[in-house]
């Protein structure tokens, strides 16, 4: 559903020609939900752009309807299996929207064939295969990019910006806190709870949206892991809840705390980052902000957007929170509060322009690792040292995360 929609936000950059499924009926599902959806998007810009209150305006619908018409004009073409798809001669582009742990297959298989590639987060349910997808990905020379929400936001930019001028000065502490809830039941009768379905929980399938910016941000990657990881409270495979303490390469050191068992609390941010320096700290909320306004289809997430609210404090250097804060000026174009759609669109635009996408690969890869070497100290009661090496069996998927017995279980009816 939210795919669907995004489809129908963007037919004046890509439109969608075929789909694959291992199960053909959910393929031809699929094709005709989205034809619908371009019919049904084509009506609402004409609409638009007769309720238009400028020429301008009215303009860009009746473009917008003109391209939508056109895609749900077109057959899109059903095949049950990516192999097939992949054949197809017409195609440029593909989405590679499977359950994490089965998505590496498609992806390299698509970039080997030389087409572009957008998969959902994360990339990879190992570190081996994320970086089978980068090596097939930089030799095919296509475009590659995995979704993950608030990774295009002015105020990231901000925080980039802010830690790399040194002006916060040599940074002793950066940490991150997610503080999410899921009950039992989320996890009940789906791919949601089973390590071979969705490969991890809290700072792995979930925890991605924030901590991949968290790892732009800072811009230094983590080198040490120690951490306790599992179930705590719910009836799963994986982690509902990680707390890990962590080193970074520039000699920092913190926290990553990723939870699915956080109650809503007025005194607990869903999310936030802090980062202290010699001279100044910072201090970064990661907010979703909701689905936004319906398009073509209800609560389909295509307007979902993120973002990142950023403060600064200073007890030793004055004037140092004034000069953190102007380096948000110039950051205006960006968007403040990217939506689902725009990182699609930006995917489709990079294309289109021969140019990189503003978000290395490999901070996701990044991410990937630090949830295997998070499994992985937590499994062994060990310090783990990163890089993982190729032979350990977490720089693979072999790795699991066993619960140990003193862990809280959900208690019994």
Not at 70 to 81: E, K, L, Q, V, W
Request: hydrophobic share 40%.
């Amino acid at each position: 559903r939210l795919y669907t929609d995004i489809y129908a936000g963007m037919t004046d950059l890509a439109q969608v020609v075929a789909t694959a499924d291992l199960y053909p009926k959910l393929a031809e599902d699929r094709a005709e939900a989205i034809h619908e959806a371009y019919t049904a998007e084509a009506a609402r810009q004409r609409a638009l752009a007769i309720n238009a209150r400028d020429e301008e305006s009215r303009e860009a619908a009746r473009q917008m309807a003109v391209h939508a018409q056109a895609a749900a004009d077109n057959d899109i073409r059903t095949y049950d299996g990516h192999e097939a798809l992949l054949l197809d001669p017409e195609i440029d582009a593909v989405a590679v929207l499977t359950t994490p742990p089965i998505r590496g297959l498609p992806v390299v298989a698509a970039a080997r064939a030389g087409k572009h590639v957008f998969t959902e987060g994360p990339m990879a349910k190992s570190v081996q295969e994320a970086d089978e997808i980068l090596a097939a990905v930089e030799e095919a020379g296509v475009t590659y990019a995995s979704q993950c929400g608030g990774r295009y936001t002015r105020g990231l930019q901000h925080a980039r910006r802010a830690i790399g001028s040194g002006l916060m000065g040599p940074l002793a502490v950066a940490k991150i806190e997610i503080n999410w809830y899921h009950q039992q039941s989320y996890y009940m009768g789906g791919w949601h709870g089973k390590f071979d379905t969705e490969g991890g929980g809290a700072v792995f399938h979930h925890g991605r949206y924030v901590i991949e910016p968290f790892l732009f941000a800072l811009g230094s990657p983590i080198v040490e892991v120690t951490a306790y990881s599992g179930g705590f409270l719910r009836e799963i495979e994986h982690d509902s809840y990680s707390l890990a303490l962590v080193r970074y390469a520039n000699g920092a050191v913190g926290i990553v705390q990723g939870s699915l068992l956080h109650h809503e609390h007025p005194r607990t941010e869903q999310t936030r980052w802090e980062f202290v320096g010699q001279n100044a700290s910072m201090v970064v909320t990661h907010e979703h902000l909701g689905w936004g306004q319906p398009t073509v289809l209800l609560n389909s997430g295509r307007e979902s957007v993120f973002k990142h609210t950023l403060s600064f404090g200073s007890t030793n250097t004055p004037g140092v929170v004034a000069e953190l804060e102007a380096l948000g000026e110039g950051l205006e174009d960006l968007p403040e509060a990217p939506s689902q759609l725009h990182q699609s669109r930006l995917w489709a635009s990079c294309i289109l322009e021969s140019r990189p996408i503003p978000f290395p690969q490999t901070i996701a890869r990044q991410h990937v690792e630090l949830t295997r070497a998070i499994y992985k100290s937590a499994a062994t009661a060990s310090t783990v040292q990163l890089p993982l090496d190729r032979d350990d069996p977490y720089y693979s998927f072999e790795g699991r995360l066993p619960r140990p017995d003193w862990m809280p279980r959900l208690p019994a009816d």
